[in-house]
């Protein structure tokens, strides 16, 4: 068994005295494991690290086994990521989403999503917004998707600011205004498919409260999980760089 395919380290850990595990998302063949030979020398650590792309050839003997991975680096962000903590959370993050998907499931376009997310961390918000928008689509990839397109209430789709804790649909303004304290607020730059341009402080932390309680009731608490430390750990970092340059 063998094949090619561009995918994004994820996570890897050490395997014996000098092989590590390494665990990819691959394009076209989903979240994969495979043993890299020398994967824990100096030399290969550069390389494998969480959100760097590379090219993998995987073989095995059978599809089952857990095979052996030749890796060649194409994009490693990880030495600059390195420098920033809402990077490093937001990676581990990320990495923790991506394996709420079957082992070996290709998943195309969460993986180009992720690599667009990765390729933005250089602007904390802008990167807090694709974030948002990555756990959005985990939702929908996963058989939860909310519908921000239509008010559930009216069927209008202006002037769509709530979201319902319940159904997980938009809300207009007027038909949202008698229960406005018990619905969600639906940021701006989640109001349509393209997502608008720019946001606040406080559009993010609305983003973040949206896509938490729908991920934590629909997704983690199933499953006996809840959010990841670095999901907070982000979020933390996300606030206290844009305190110091004063987004409101």
């Known amino acids: 068994m063998e094949w090619s395919d561009e995918g994004i380290i ?7 005295e000098a092989a590590a595990i ?6 076209e063949h989903g979240r994969h494991l495979g043993m890299v030979r020398g994967g824990a020398s100096s030399r290969m650590r550069p390389l494998l690290q969480p959100g760097n792309s590379v090219l993998a050839v995987w073989r095995a003997r059978l599809d089952e086994h857990l095979g052996y991975y030749q890796l060649e680096g194409t994009r490693l962000r990880a030495a600059t990521m390195l420098a920033s903590s809402h990077a490093v959370y937001g990676v581990t993050h990320l990495a923790s989403l991506a394996r709420l998907l079957p082992e070996r499931d290709p998943h195309e376009e969460i993986y180009e999503m992720l690599e667009r997310t990765l390729d933005d961390f250089d602007d904390v918000g802008e990167a807090a917004a694709h974030l948002i928008r990555f756990e959005l689509a985990m939702l929908a990839e996963l058989g939860f998707g909310l519908d921000l397109s239509t008010c559930a209430a009216t069927g209008t789709t202006t002037d769509l600011i709530y979201v319902s804790p319940k159904s997980g649909g938009a809300v207009s303004r007027t ?6 304290d018990k619905l969600l607020r639906l940021p701006a730059f989640l109001r349509d498919a393209e997502g608008a341009d720019g946001w606040s402080g406080q559009d993010l932390r609305d983003g973040f409260d949206l896509t938490g309680r729908f991920l934590l009731r629909n997704v983690l608490e199933p499953r006996g999980q809840g959010h990841s430390d ?3 750990g982000f979020i933390n970092a996300v606030a206290r760089a844009l305190a110091r340059v004063a987004i409101p």
């Open 175 to 180: 038909a949202g205004e008698p229960w406005r």
């Open 230 to 232: 670095a999901r907070d």
């Open 22 to 27: 390494v665990e990819l998302l691959t394009r």
């Open 10 to 16: 994820l996570g890897v850990r050490r395997h014996g």
